[in-house]
């Protein structure tokens, strides 16, 4: 059983940043792409950031490429999201996710079959 663990998330002031955390378990970590999405209130769960197995890639979506950064450490079966020069839109629930199945970076919402709980992430302006 898949278990993704979401924290970090908090209120800020627009331009600071704040680093969420996944700790996953339940498999292998490090043979599988991750992602981040996000769901602010009244719209649909959109895609944030990806990262490959290794971490030596990344794909970010056009509304956070610049300011949020994905990385991973296979060592601690951890996935984080380094977010600076946060804005009042960045608001959200931000998920963590895993795929099924092993293979390379995806940024498809329904390429990913794990998700953790959410953390809250607020931006004041």
């Known amino acids: 059983q898949v278990q993704l663990v979401e924290s970090g998330g908090g209120l800020v002031q627009a331009g600071g940043s704040l680093r969420l955390s996944c700790a996953a378990s339940g498999r292998t970590f490090s043979i599988y792409a991750m992602g981040w999405f996000r769901q602010a209130p009244g719209k649909e769960r959109e895609f944030v950031a990806a990262i490959n197995r290794s971490g030596g890639s990344t794909y970010y979506a056009d509304s956070v490429k610049g300011r949020f950064t994905i990385s991973r450490d296979n060592a601690k079966n951890t996935v984080y999201l380094q977010m600076n020069s946060l804005k009042p839109e960045d608001t959200a629930v931000y998920y963590c996710?895993?795929?099924?199945?092993?293979?390379?970076?995806?940024?498809?919402?329904?390429?990913?079959?794990?998700w953790g709980q959410g953390t809250q992430v607020t931006v004041s302006s």
């Open positions: 996710a895993a795929p099924l199945s092993r293979g390379g970076l995806r940024i498809g919402i329904n390429e990913y079959d794990y």
